[in-house]
């Protein structure tokens, strides 16, 4: 919010020509009363005051919320209209006083406010759009249950009514947003501690609005509702035509169906995937003629399946055909939608398949680019048999709490990028802690060179780090056996994707961390959204730069804690601009480069759907829904594709809570020294992400037959396979390609083709 040379020019423009310029938004969002919305907000107009900028307070609302209160600081205060409304006295923001006042920019709190009969508009956001026009800058915030776009999902969650709703046309035209991520369990010691309501009002919102289960669906909530704003706003950007293909973590599936009762089917599948995914859901049907010029049963047919794709609050979608190939169609409309799932019915017909030009799965197959393609099986109905016994033990993904044998409690402050502030929080969070009287201490934290965040070591002891000679030089790394001597019940430990020097006891700092809860040592780290090993080839694609240090997904699953540091791209430009991410010699090519704002933005978006992920698939424990564990099996060769087959076929199975297997079928032929290499590299990621690795060999023209029975004897759900590496003697060749084997013959299952392109580097 903080006016550039630029917009100080613009404004004194506006002031000799009487030039309206509107005032810029920014909201932020929470999920429940006491995330910490107006700290938040008042701290950071504080700051906007500190730098010179005419910052007032329009309205804030403290709930006798000492610490919130103290925040207000030196920041000028509008004073309230009073109301009078059934012969009691109320106080309102006085919008024209406010306008008279003319500031630079007005903190306004509780956006979703109704004003009482006599004020000057019915609502606070009406208020807000009005100050706007006058060209004053607006902070704002709301709680995710008041937005109009979530506010039915809310009441659901939270059995509570909505009353007071703001647009979600107001939302979307935020300059910025930002959401205030609080862990639930945090948010209800917080209403313990009586920080929230008074105490009379405590356990009556522990026991409702404030259980734990509705906190962390209104968390998951919130967070989507940013990424899908962030998202949105990107779209729209000049940034985002520089980068080929979808962009970004949000999946969008496309149904495509016809006329026939297998499009129900269909559509009730794409459906399911679109929840479980939390994905956008388009229904495509392809017609030879204008939708007019049907016959009266065929428009019946097209309306019962745009009937059924609005239950499903899916966009239903009918294509003139218009003399293309019906894949081309396909294409078109997916690369139109930026659709990154194709969803199609498996092939019946081997005879169709191998003779029928138009086959679209065959066009598909063969010129996909970046959407992959999601064939459904056919057999009993589309529901393949594909669950293991149910009375096997489900697999806990968090670590031990025996009493007798205490593990450690995990925590992660994730951020999008450097310079968000995981390090200043996490040390600002320990400190509090510390006042408490936990026994809390420093393994590690690297500052950066960054005052700020040295001043937040305060009180914390720090224990002394390792010196390891290599090469000629020294270095310091983390000392796990003085953390463990020492056995403080908490230990930060910043930097969490290190690679440890060469001759270190461990290769990688998660693992000395695995090491310290072992020993029933809490423990508190950070990391950026860029080094999860999963999200690899999508970040590479996105911002064109390999990421070296890497952290398994399935350790950031261990965490009982994950935090979220949530910052916009604009403000992270700034600090790296003030010097406070970098060094000065490394400002401008960062700025150039990695801290591009499309790649913030997202990288942003990235961070906030894998925090929503995370809480979706607690939420899912706590409800007892993962009672059944399917399998995937994901087929890899020696191609360089194979490594990112790995790491979709991950995605794909930590979506759908499933079991990873990775089959590699060799020849029987001796393999090359180059061959055993990659299939050790394949064998090494697979385990890296706790997938189980499967070699098997098979003559050349046996490989789709092997694949098909490891499938069957799995009883796998899907089947991942990469793209076809298109051929020269198309009948001669493909016909015997795995991939199409598969298809032909893997009835019992659902096969999932990867693009080639997806997830590649800019073309």
Known sequence: MEKNPEQLDEKSLEENHSVKRKGNLKIIIGAAAGSGKTYKLLKEANDLLRKGTDVVVGFVELHHRKETAEQIGDLEIIARKKVTFQKRLFEEMDVDAIIERRPAAVVVDELAHTNLTGSRFSKRYM???????????????????????????????????????????????????EVIDVPPETLRQRMRDGNIFRKGMVNQALNHFFKKENLSALRELTLRVVADTVDNQFQRSFERRNIPGPVGAKEVILVCTSFLARSAVLIRKGCRMARRMKADLFILTILEMPEEDLSKKNKDRINKLRSLADFCRARYLVEQRGGRALGKVVMDVAGRLGVTQIVVGQTHSTRSWRFWDSNPVKYLLLNMKYADLHIIGWKEGGRPYLFRDATRPIQQTGLSHDRKNRRGRLTIYIGSAPGVGKTYKMLQDANERLLKGAD??????????RKETADQTGRLEQLPQRVVDYNGRRYKELDTEAIIRRHPKIVLIDELAHT???GSEREKRYQDILYILEH????????????????????????????????PDWFIDQAEEIRLMDVTPELLQLRLAQGKVYAKDKIDYAMDHFFRLGNLSVLRELALFEVADNVDQSLDRQRGGLGKIPRILTCVNYRPHSEKLIRRGWRIADRYHAELYVLAVVSDEPLLEKEKRDLETMKQLSEQLQATFLSKEAPENRVGETIVKTAAELQAEQIVLGQPLPVRRFLDKFKRNPVVYVLLHAEFVNLHVVANSRGNDHE
Do not use: M
């Open 440 to 449: 809390i201490v420093i393994g590690l934290i690297e500052t950066h060179g």
């Open 127 to 177: 208020d807000v759009e009005y100050i706007l026009e006058h060209g004053i800058d607006v902070l704002t915030t709301v709680n995710v249950q008041h937005l109009e776009g979530t506010y039915r999902e809310a009441e659901k969650i939270t059995g509570v009514e909505v009353r007071e709703i703001v647009p979600q046309s107001l939302i979307e035209s935020a300059d910025e947003i």
């Open 520 to 551: 029933g040592i809490d423990v508190v780290t950070a990391v950026n959204i860029q080094h999860l090993e999963s999200l690899r080839d999508t970040v590479e694609h996105i911002t064109g730069i390999k990421v070296k240090e890497r952290v």
């Open 500 to 502: 440890n020097v060469p």
